[in-house]
């Protein structure tokens, strides 16, 4: 039993690359616009991901007056700040934010259904 090599097996975490990429809210920059189904026929989009600089209440007043929907800014302690809106707004809002030059549109996520 001389000169044994000894390999003690490492863990492997397949997900260390992730996590590492994705440590963060608005990782990357994306902009998340996904939609939330509450009861029946109701439904909320939600906006996540902006820039901290952007006054978040003025971009919620512009959206609501456009789409003529209501909607608020809700602190959450893991994702910041949220856009919430009424009714499935997915894509007037993308649209919204690229023509208002917010952000760029390879930058938007949009989730749901």
Known sequence: ??????????TFDPFAEANAEDSGAGS?????????QRNGRKSLTTVQGLKKEFSYNKILKDLKKEFCCNGTVVQ???LGQVIQLQGDQRKNVSTFLVQAGIVKKEHIKIHGF
């Open 76 to 78: 959450d302690p893991e």
């Open 1 to 10: 039993m001389s000169e044994l090599d000894i390999q003690i097996p490492t």
């Open 28 to 36: 990357k920059e994306y902009v998340h616009v996904r939609i939330q």
